[in-house]
């Protein structure tokens, strides 16, 4: 076989060059199929890019931008425009008479005035006028009107009652501190209970204090007395709000044995 007229691509080629070898070796193989090796490889390498380049194409793509309305508010005034008509004047003749002697006389013209009607010659209306709010001016902000709650509810109306500062065991230690037995019964042995009624204001603070249950011997006295010095109350909250509550309390005056 003559080399020259011999593919090198062929099989010619490949079994020239693996004759007398072990062709179960993997270099005949892999000659064997080198060419369809080659453009399998080439497609898949060009399908490659093709699908990269779509992808970037479709992820690059420019959005189109919706076209946005122009807050703006066109207002067209028509104005009436009046035409005024022309009064035109026929011409007068002079119509000439004779008398039974033969004077002869003339009447006096009279003016005949056409008036020419038009329906653009009515009176123009008045257009109203209308006030367009200019960008960027500040409006004037309408006051706000805000109507306190000055009601005085009772102690069931609210959600979370008034309570003194510590609660019924902060009260207690309070009274014993601060509470002085009044000298009069301390001398008498004389226990007593004196009934209050009072508002506890919306920042707590304690107002218009009554004695609804008098015990006498000084003990009316010294419960106002504590109550008016007492710290500020946790006010009364009904819809999440403080409001104004008219509360009652029991003040008690015992001697210890």
């Given amino acids: 076989m003559a080399i020259n007229n011999v593919d090198i691509y062929g099989d010619e080629w490949i079994e020239l060059v693996f004759?007398?070898?072990?062709?179960?070796?993997?270099?005949?193989?892999?000659?064997?199929?080198?060419?369809?090796?080659?453009?399998?490889?080439?497609g898949l390498t060009f399908g490659s890019i093709a699908v990269v380049a779509y992808l970037a194409f479709l992820l690059f793509k420019p959005v189109p931008i919706a076209a946005q309305p122009l807050n703006r508010e066109v207002t067209a005034v028509l104005q009436p425009v009046a035409i005024a008509s022309n009064e035109s004047i026929k011409p007068t003749h002079h119509k000439h008479h004779h008398t039974a002697d033969g004077h002869s006389?003339?009447?006096?013209?009279?003016?005949?005035?056409?008036?020419?009607?038009?329906?653009t010659s009515a009176k123009p209306i008045a257009a109203p006028a209308i006030q367009t709010p200019q960008v960027g001016a500040e409006q004037p902000e309408k006051p706000i009107t805000v109507i306190e709650d000055k009601n005085v509810y009772a102690e069931k109306a609210a959600d979370v009652k008034p309570l003194p500062v510590g609660?019924?065991?902060?009260?207690?230690?309070?009274?014993?501190?601060?509470?002085?037995?009044?000298?009069?019964a301390r001398h008498q042995h004389i226990s007593g209970k004196v009934q209050l009624s009072f508002i506890v204001e919306k920042d707590g603070s304690i107002s218009d204090i009554t004695v609804d249950q008098s015990a006498g011997?000084?003990?009316?006295?010294?419960?106002?007395?504590?109550?008016?010095?007492?710290?500020?109350?946790?006010p009364g909250i009904k819809d999440g709000q403080p409001i104004r509550i008219r509360y009652r309390l029991p003040v008690n005056f015992q001697m210890a044995k």
């Avoid at 062709?23 to 453009?39: F, I, P, W």
């Fill in 167 to 184: 609660g019924a065991q902060g009260w207690i230690s309070y009274l014993q501190k601060n509470l002085v037995y009044p000298e009069e």
């Fill in 105 to 119: 006389y003339s009447e006096a013209p009279q003016q005949v005035v056409v008036a020419q009607h038009s329906a």
């Fill in 19 to 42: 004759k007398n070898r072990n062709k179960s070796y993997g270099a005949y193989e892999l000659r064997k199929h080198y060419a369809s090796t080659v453009l399998k490889a080439l």
């Fill in 217 to 234: 011997h000084g003990f009316d006295e010294e419960a106002v007395r504590v109550l008016q010095q007492s710290p500020a109350w946790q």
